[in-house]
């Protein structure tokens, strides 16, 4: 029998797992964003700047987790396509709100249809009561992190 430093752990390697997830999530999402041409991070400062309204960019890339480097290319680059508009704030000038345009809020209302379709299929293929579940696992697993 083998004996490994594995063979201590008691947890499985839930980072791993995660990651894992997100990937098989991803395979079903990603044509879909994709076909819009969209990016993931840019879909994902879509949705959270359509969830949020308008953001610093510091703020964007906490709810995306993009890294605040990543963040200034992807927000210049979705400024140049008119995703995105920013404005300086009034009283200080360092200080940027990103907004989405209306062809990002088209955008949204678009490709939900899509995306609102697939989470029926992703339902049907593991059962609503898994997806309810992992939602609430997720939400509690965040909370719990964040008190740390």
Excluded at 80 to 104: G, M, N, P, Y
Excluded at 120 to 126: A, H, I, P, Q, T
């Amino acid at each position: 029998m083998r004996n490994t430093s594995a063979d201590q752990l008691l947890h499985r390697n839930l980072p791993m797992l995660l990651l894992r997830a997100r990937e098989k999530m991803m395979e079903r999402f990603r044509p879909l964003i994709s076909a819009y041409g969209l990016t993931e991070q840019q879909w994902r400062v879509i949705r959270a700047l359509d969830e949020c309204g308008p953001l610093e960019p510091r703020q964007i890339s906490d709810l995306c987790t993009i890294s605040s480097p990543s963040m200034a290319g992807v927000l210049a680059r979705m400024e140049a396509q008119d995703l995105v508009v920013k404005e300086r704030f009034a009283d200080d000038q360092r200080r940027i709100l990103v907004s989405l345009t209306e062809k990002s809020t088209q955008l949204v209302l678009t490709l939900s249809a899509d995306l609102e379709a697939e989470y029926r299929v992703l339902e049907r293929d593991v059962g609503a009561p898994v997806v309810d579940r992992l939602y609430k696992a997720i939400d509690e697993l965040l909370v719990g992190l964040d008190r740390e």
